[in-house]
C-alpha cells in the first residue's frame, strides 16, 4: 500500500510525525508538507511565487506552501507512482461543523480527492497534542480498515477525542455539525501605531445534537464524517430556474 502524507501544521509537527510513524508500520509513505504552520489556509494554491521543494533529515520533503499546494506538487511533481490513498494530519485541534472550509488539514486530503484518489483528514479534538499516540494508533485503525464497500474516491473527516486509547468510544459515521457566527475581530495597535487586527475565536458549537460530529467527539467517539466537493445548492437551483423563466 503506497500513503502521500501531508498537513497544515508543517513537516516538523508531532502529529505528521506520529502519524508516519504508524503508517510506515504496514505501507509504503511519502511526506510532502509544509515547511510551517499554514493552518486556516483552506485550498488555496500559490500562484504568485515560485515553491522550493527541500527534502529533509528525516526523508520527508518540505515546501514553502499551502498543504494544497503540497499534495498537488507531490502527485504531479515528485512520485512516480500514484498513491492508493492521501491522508493529512494529525491536526493539533478539531475540524469540525464550519471549520472544514476553511481547515488546511482538510485541504490536503480534498487535493487528493480531486484527484481521484480516496483521501483522509485526521484532527485531535484539543490543542497541545494531549494522547497522540492514541490518536495516531486510531488513524492506523481506520486506514486498515480499507474502507472498501465506499464508493471511490472518498472523502473523510476524522475527529479524535484527545483522550487514551482504551478509553475511546466507538466510532462513529457522523455529519458535519454548525457553528455560531465567530467572535469580533480583536482590535490592537502595532509599535507604530497603526491599527491591527486579529481574527476572533471561532463561534460555539450551534447545532451539536446527536448524529453530528460535535456530539460524537463530546461523548468520547471517534467522528468520521463523508464529505463532498459539489457545492451546488440543488433545491436552490429549481428557484432560480423559475426566477430566471
Known amino acids: 500500500m503506497k500513503i502521500l502524507i501531508s498537513n497544515d501544521d508543517g513537516y516538523l509537527a508531532p502529529g505528521i510525525n506520529a502519524l508516519a510513524e504508524q503508517l510506515a508500520s504496514f505501507a509504503d509513505i511519502v511526506v510532502v508538507a509544509p515547511d510551517s504552520n499554514r493552518s486556516g489556509s483552506s485550498n488555496s494554491l500559490t500562484l504568485d511565487k515560485p515553491l522550493r521543494v527541500v527534502r ?3 526523508g520527508f520533503y518540505s515546501i514553502n506552501g499551502t498543504p494544497s499546494d503540497c499534495v498537488h506538487i507531490a502527485l504531479t511533481g515528485i512520485l512516480t507512482e ?6 493529512s494530519g494529525i491536526n493539533q485541534g478539531q475540524n469540525m461543523g464550519d471549520d472544514t472550509l476553511y481547515s488546511g488539514t482538510v485541504a490536503a486530503a480534498t487535493e487528493g480527492y480531486l484527484f481521484g484518489i480516496p483521501s483522509i483528514a485526521f484532527s485531535q479534538v484539543d490543542h497541545r497534542w494531549a494522547h497522540l499516540d492514541a490518536a495516531a494508533r486510531v488513524a492506523k485503525d ?5 474502507l472498501d464497500n465506499l464508493h471511490k474516491p472518498f472523502l473523510l473527516n476524522v475527529n479524535i477525542p484527545n483522550l487514551p486509547y482504551e478509553n475511546l468510544q466507538r466510532i462513529v459515521a457522523t455529519r458535519l455539525g454548525k457553528r455560531h457566527e465567530s ?3 480583536i482590535r490592537s495597535v502595532d509599535p507604530h501605531g497603526n491599527e491591527i487586527f486579529w481574527i476572533g475565536p471561532v463561534g460555539k458549537a450551534k447545532e451539536a445534537s446527536e448524529g453530528t460530529d460535535f456530539h460524537a467527539t463530546a461523548n468520547g467517539c471517534v467522528s468520521i464524517t ?3 466537493v459539489d457545492l451546488t445548492h440543488v433545491a436552490q437551483l429549481d428557484r432560480l430556474r423559475q426566477t430566471l423563466a
Open 142 to 146: 481506520i486506514v486498515l480498515r480499507r
Open 82 to 87: 500514484r498513491p492508493d490513498l492521501v491522508v
Open 56 to 58: 529533509a533529515q528525516n
Open 183 to 185: 467572535e469580533p475581530v
Open 226 to 228: 463523508p464529505l463532498q
